[in-house]
């Protein structure tokens, strides 16, 4: 158990990934009262600390890792003073964040020459955390202004928590493209922000697919290695 809990940490890609998908399964139960609101709060922490050791050996790294406890110490002052200024301001900073590790994760794998797991899983994690950049966007335009969102059947002025996941619900849908209506940015910035995201989320796919047919295809097959690389044939 502790060998395979050993390589897990030694993979940042998949600490992240597990974390996650730890994330969206937490979500609908974190939104039900303050209490179970905190651990979604401790799982978003996870995330951004996983995702700053994903990234650890890059020079910029020190600095994301410097906001990270503003962030955090951000956060929970903001719950328990119940201040929406705080946690908005706080938003901002944690999407700040989220970009700095999606970008470097980007530039880790354009180095890389040789499709693996760790390409594949790092990608995913980018395309996941693509939509948690733009859902503490969204959230912290929410704060400002009440109604930059219409949530039609879910009611006019939801509750605090409850808003945040169905605008976290709506992230993923731009994301994906798959948006039901039943949630409406009314403002300018949130109509330009979501369709830039949509956009966003298609383009990754479509650009992080062909790097992996470029790598694979590129990718020596037997016949090419050196002859020292071969197995002999007796």
């Not at 179970?36 to 890792?65: K, T």
């Amino acid at each position: 158990m502790l060998p395979r809990i050993t390589a897990m940490v030694n993979r940042p890609y998949l600490s992240l990934l597990i974390v996650l998908t730890a994330l969206f399964i937490l979500v609908p139960v974190g939104t039900r009262s303050l209490d179970y609101g905190i651990v979604l709060d401790i799982v978003y922490y996870v995330v951004v600390i996983v995702g700053l050791r994903s990234i650890a050996s890059l020079w910029f790294s020190r600095m994301l890792m410097a906001l990270a406890p503003f962030y955090i110490a951000g956060d929970v002052v903001g719950l328990l003073l119940k201040n929406t200024t705080i946690i908005m301001l706080v938003c901002l900073l944690g999407a700040v964040i989220i970009l700095g590790v999606c970008v470097s994760i980007l530039f880790a794998i354009h180095k890389v020459r040789q499709v693996n797991a760790d390409v594949i899983m790092g990608g995913i994690c980018v395309f996941l955390l693509i939509g948690q950049f733009f859902y503490m966007i969204y959230f912290s335009m929410y704060l400002f202004d009440a109604s930059a969102f219409d949530f039609t059947s879910h009611g006019k002025h939801p509750p605090l928590l409850n808003a945040m996941g169905m605008i976290f619900y709506f992230s993923y849908s731009c994301l994906l493209t798959s948006g039901f209506g039943d949630i409406v940015p009314m403002n300018a910035w949130g109509q330009c922000l979501s369709v830039l995201e949509g956009i966003a989320g298609q383009c990754f796919l479509v650009v992080f697919i062909a790097r992996l047919v470029n790598l694979q295809y590129r990718a020596p097959s037997g016949s090419d290695r050196p002859q020292e690389l071969r197995r002999p044939l007796d």
